[in-house]
Structure formats: structure tokens, C-alpha cells
């Protein structure tokens, strides 16, 4: 009754503020969805005699420095395995507008870089020192994707931007890898954004921003077809992706097979030679980046998916379905949010987060973590090559380091 009437008197004093509610002097923050505002205050602050009239004994017992040997101390974290090392930051200009796309560019010690203003900037991966940039947008838009590939026993890099534009260029042959700007092969437009690509030996396959997935002549860069229907009436039946298309990858050693994925919650395996349908459908992972891998054997394929947890899930390719989720955030106050992965080898995988701006090594056999490249801001993208890591997204660093196993 005293605590009532103690409340009744101050409603007639409070007043509000954008930091909470003032009663009598005594700040009490505004309820949130799992704490009330007056669990915060000790009772004892309001009315210092009250527990004792209650006869309730208030004193806090003393807490042990020790742990008994029965009572493992809980607050000790499990030490975690941590293979990367010699991790270096790469400084990218904040005129670049950020970086959307990386990739470790095979048999060089270099790295490029596809920046938010339509340049592709190549550095060393060793010093970190910029070499050279080229220019793929005319209008400064988001480079979106980089891949390579080999034609010829020529290394060629393609990257695809928001702008629609196409380039590929020539990083020379087996034995003579340049480091020096390399030619540029071609360069054409389809007209409509493009989020990401991929190179087969005779076709390559275009996700474009109205959800269609172009196929094109590797030769005259002609267009082919569409996989899948896309229409804009509602009384025609559609096949593939419903929502933006984020990623396509072909299978390895593959002509024809390939996945995408994007914001529907579906990844799709398709079949070139097919026309106007899928193979199989993957249900669950949201791809908001280059989230989609394959494993070398072309068996299993990895997803990076825009979920609070689990995101990170290994798939079986040939019957579709799910073999294991992983949890990626170490904290329930940190959500996944992934966008992109990559395989290290057959039992690892490296993953890009946004919700706990970092980037980590994950055994997917054993669920581990076994290294982390920790960000000030979100992370978009990551790769692997020969040793090397590299994690980069909203801030004006890339961090390049290596991977080791112990011996």
C-alpha cells in the first residue's frame, strides 16, 4: 500500500523525454519486449527500510573466485581454433563508393578488387600495394561480380556491373601470367543490371535484374535463351525465381549445369540443354550475395543465406536435400545474416557476415570454428586461392592473410 500510494503521488510529477520518463528525479528507461521498466529499479533505492519491515535479508552473499572442481566455471569460453594468420589490411579509397566483389586471381600474388564506382582495382597481395585500375562502367556503377577462367590455357577475368555492362580481360597464359594492365578482350552491354555471372567452356549464364537468366554464346557473345519463364502476366505460369536473382555458378567440369539463387528462398539446379524448367529446387536459403559454392567433386554445394541463425547449410546436389545447417554467430544478440562463402577445401568453408561484421572459417564436418577476420563494418564478400584469404565489405579495408593448418 505505501508503494502505491508513493506511485499515485508521482504521476501527478512525471514527465516524458525521448530517453525515457522522469519520476521525481529518478530516470527509468521505457519498457522493452523482454525487460519491463520497473525490473530495472531496486526497491530498495525507492524505500531503504522497506525489506527490512518485510524481514527479508537483502546482503548478497559473497561469490567465489574459484570454481569447485565439480562446478566447471561457466563464464570461460571453449578456446577456439584460429589457422589464419599474418592477416593484413588493403586499404581501398572511400571514393570507391565500397566494395562489392573480390577475387583472388590464380597462379598471381595478386587480388582485385570491384568497387561501388565501376573500377576493378588489381593489388599485390604480398604489400598490399595498389598496381593498376581499370575502369569497367562508363557511368560508375557498381562492379557486381568477378570471375575467372580459362580458355585456350589463357587466364581471362570477366566482371559484370549494375549497369549491365560486360568486360573480360586477359591475365596471359599458363607460363606467363602477367602482372602487368592486362588486355581487355571485349566489352558489350545487355541494357539491364546484372548481379552475377559465370563461364562455362561454350555458354555463359547472365542473372539479370527483371529475375531472367540470360544465356549467351561464349564465341559472339550472342544472346541464346532464358532459363526459365518469366512473364509480367498474371495468368501465365512462370518457372524460376520469383524475386531477385543474387548468384549463378556452373557445376565444376560441367557444360550445362548450373545454380542459382537469389531472394525467393530457392536455389535452382538447371540443365542448359532443358528448356523453360528446373532440374531440382533447394527450399529454405535466402542469397542476397555470391552466396552459393560448389565442392570440387561437384557433389555438395554450400549456401550463405540472409537468416538470424543457421545460415551457413551444406546441401546434397544430386538429390537435394539438406545434409547439415551451421550456427555461424557465437552470440544470440548477433544475428548471421550471411552473403557470401566460399569452399576451402572438401571439409572447410569460409563465410561473409554482416550481422557479426566478420568473416570465419567453419569446419563442416565438425561445426568449429577454426579462424575469424574481424571487421569495424558488414562483410560482403570473401575468397580463397592457394593459401589466401581474403574478407572484405562496407569499410575502406580488405583484409588479405593465409590459412594454415598445423603440420
Not at 321 to 326: A, D, Y
Not at 335 to 357: E, H, M, N, T, W
Amino acid at each position: 500500500n505505501e508503494y502505491k500510494s508513493y506511485l499515485s503521488k508521482m504521476s501527478a510529477q512525471k514527465t516524458s523525454s525521448k530517453w525515457g520518463i522522469v519520476r521525481d528525479s529518478i530516470l527509468f528507461k521505457r519498457p522493452t519486449p523482454t525487460t519491463s521498466a520497473w525490473s530495472r529499479v531496486d526497491m530498495n533505492l525507492l524505500f531503504p527500510d522497506m525489506y527490512k519491515r518485510l524481514g527479508i535479508n537483502r546482503t548478497p552473499e559473497p561469490r567465489s573466485i574459484t570454481s569447485s572442481p565439480d562446478q566447471p566455471d561457466v563464464d570461460k569460453k571453449k578456446e577456439k581454433n584460429n589457422y589464419i594468420v599474418n592477416s593484413r589490411p588493403l586499404y581501398i579509397a572511400s571514393s570507391s563508393y565500397g566494395l562489392y566483389s573480390v577475387l583472388l586471381i590464380k597462379n598471381t600474388s595478386q587480388v582485385a578488387l570491384g568497387l561501388g564506382n565501376g573500377w576493378v582495382n588489381v593489388h599485390e597481395t604480398d604489400g598490399c600495394k595498389k598496381t593498376y585500375g581499370i575502369q569497367v562502367s562508363p557511368t560508375s556503377f557498381p562492379v557486381t561480380c568477378l570471375r575467372q577462367f580459362w580458355e585456350a590455357n589463357t587466364l581471362k577475368v570477366g566482371a559484370v556491373t549494375a549497369d549491365g555492362c560486360v568486360a573480360a580481360y586477359n591475365f596471359g597464359k599458363n607460363n606467363a601470367i602477367t602482372t602487368d594492365k592486362p588486355e581487355e578482350l571485349y566489352k558489350f552491354s545487355l541494357h539491364q543490371p546484372i548481379y552475377s555471372f559465370d563461364v562455362a567452356p561454350t555458354y555463359s549464364v547472365y542473372a539479370m535484374s527483371n529475375r531472367k537468366i540470360k544465356v549467351l554464346d561464349n564465341e559472339t557473345n550472342q544472346y541464346i535463351r532464358d532459363l526459365g519463364f518469366v512473364s509480367d502476366s498474371a495468368s501465365e505460369i512462370e518457372v524460376g525465381h520469383k524475386s531477385r536473382v543474387s548468384t549463378i555458378k556452373f557445376l565444376p567440369e560441367s557444360k550445362f549445369g548450373c545454380l542459382s539463387g537469389g531472394w525467393d528462398r530457392k536455389v535452382l539446379l538447371w540443365d542448359l540443354r532443358i528448356e523453360k524448367t528446373a532440374v531440382r529446387a533447394f527450399n529454405g536459403p535466402k542469397i542476397c550475395g555470391d552466396g552459393i559454392d560448389i565442392s570440387a567433386n561437384g557433389e555438395t554445394c554450400v549456401t550463405a543465406s540472409f537468416h538470424t541463425n543457421q545460415a551457413l547449410q551444406l546441401w546434397d546436389i544430386g538429390s537435394g536435400k539438406l545434409i547439415k545447417s551451421f550456427d555461424y554467430s557465437d552470440s544470440p544478440l548477433k544475428p548471421d545474416y550471411l552473403y557470401s562463402c566460399r569452399f576451402i577445401d572438401k571439409d572447410r568453408v569460409i563465410a561473409a557476415s554482416s550481422g557479426c561484421q566478420n568473416s570465419k572459417v567453419i569446419n563442416i564436418k565438425t561445426g568449429e570454428e577454426e579462424g575469424c577476420i574481424v571487421d569495424a563494418k558488414p562483410v560482403h564478400a570473401v575468397d580463397y586461392s592457394n593459401g589466401l584469404v581474403i574478407s572484405a565489405g562496407v569499410s575502406c579495408y580488405a583484409h588479405v592473410a593465409e590459412f594454415k593448418l598445423p603440420t
